[in-house]
């Protein structure tokens, strides 16, 4: 059975995996992310040796790769990233090159949300919205049940809209972007202004699940941050559903609960339309790694069936000869 492999590579960690034809995670392998300001090469060494254990002694018949930045309209470049070194890189040829495997390269968000699409939480809908939080936002839109990418192939970077005029300082440039009020990021700097320092998001998180109230405030302002950002985005959308993704989602309802009171509190006309339900995303923080490598098995099917109808017709015409 040919063996297809999606890596997640976000601010914090790179998370490879080998995924069934049924979108089951088969085998999985977790790195740190070097970090931004470090030379690329770390981060594709980390996402070397996280393929390279999943794969095991077996060649990858194709690597999906799910990028936390902007990837372009081709899948080729990530244009972008604010938690990743890569600006304006050749990052898929560069990986195939190294790999000597075929590579797809796509934004996190649009992996998880195709994942979503095929095997979990948006199934069934033709409109949804996808929120991913980790340390920072992601985001993807769906649109006639599929993945819109937008002309730039861009569409979908909710977490660089800004929510605060001269707010905080965010890792893109920008000041005041919404993911400097909800994400890993922003939770972690909650508890460490009321003076609870050295903690990381999944330490918070499992605070808050023990009752600390000091975390469970933390994620009370990280929620109504994400509905009051979710209201604004269903009132540009209109979607049948939100499903919320990432590391945050993790915390389940204490995450979900203060976002739907606030998102029906901010939603405009909340009380004369359907109202979409606000969910977790069924496939959990793997969600992108599955979309990639997804992506990665239907094109390299597609490009399969495209050599094979070649081979067929130069069969036919040397017949005819």
């Known amino acids: 059975m040919a063996l297809f492999i999606g890596v997640d590579i976000g601010g914090t960690k790179v998370l490879a995996t ?14 740190s992310t070097p970090g931004r300001r470090v030379e690329s090469r770390l981060v594709e060494d980390a996402l070397t040796e996280a393929v390279q254990e999943v794969a095991g002694i077996r060649r990858p018949a194709a690597i999906g790769i799910a990028a936390a930045g902007f990837v372009d309209a081709q899948g080729e470049r990530v244009r972008f990233a604010p938690h990743l070194p890569w600006q304006d890189e050749g990052v898929r040829a560069r990986l195939a090159e190294r790999w000597s495997a075929p590579v797809v390269l796509d934004n996190d968000a649009n992996c998880a949300a195709r994942a979503e699409l095929t095997y979990g939480a948006v199934s069934g809908a033709q409109d949804a919205l ?6 920072g936002i992601g985001g993807a839109v769906v649109l006639d049940g599929a993945v819109h990418r937008g002309y730039n ?35 972690v700097r909650f508890v460490r202004d009321q003076g609870v ?28 941050w994400l509905g009051v950002g ?21 915390a389940g309802d204490l995450l979900l609960e203060p976002a739907r009171d606030a998102m029906r509190d901010s939603l405009v006309g909340a009380a004369h339309r359907t109202v979409p339900p606000v969910v977790r995303a069924a496939l959990g923080p793997e969600a992108g790694a599955i ?31």
């Open 18 to 31: 080998a995924v069934s034809s049924t979108g089951r995670v088969v085998r999985t392998a977790v790195r």
């Open 130 to 135: 996808v929120i991913t939080l980790g340390t």
């Open 153 to 187: 192939g861009m569409a979908g970077e909710f977490g660089h809209m800004q929510v605060v005029p001269g707010g905080r300082d965010c890792e893109c440039g920008g000041t005041g972007c919404w993911e400097q009020y909800c994400s890993g990021n922003a939770l």
């Open 197 to 224: 320092s050295d903690l990381s998001g999944p330490q918070v998180t499992e605070a808050a699940l023990a009752g600390d109230e000091t975390a469970l405030a933390a994620f009370a302002s990280v929620g109504e």
């Open 230 to 250: 979710a209201a604004n985005l269903v009132a540009a959308f209109d979607p049948e559903i939100v499903v919320i993704g990432g590391g945050l989602s993790a």
């Open 291 to 321: 979309g990639a490598a997804d992506l990665a098995r239907q094109r390299f099917r597609t490009v399969g069936t495209r050599a094979r109808a070649r081979r067929r017709a130069a069969r036919g015409t040397g017949q005819r000869r």
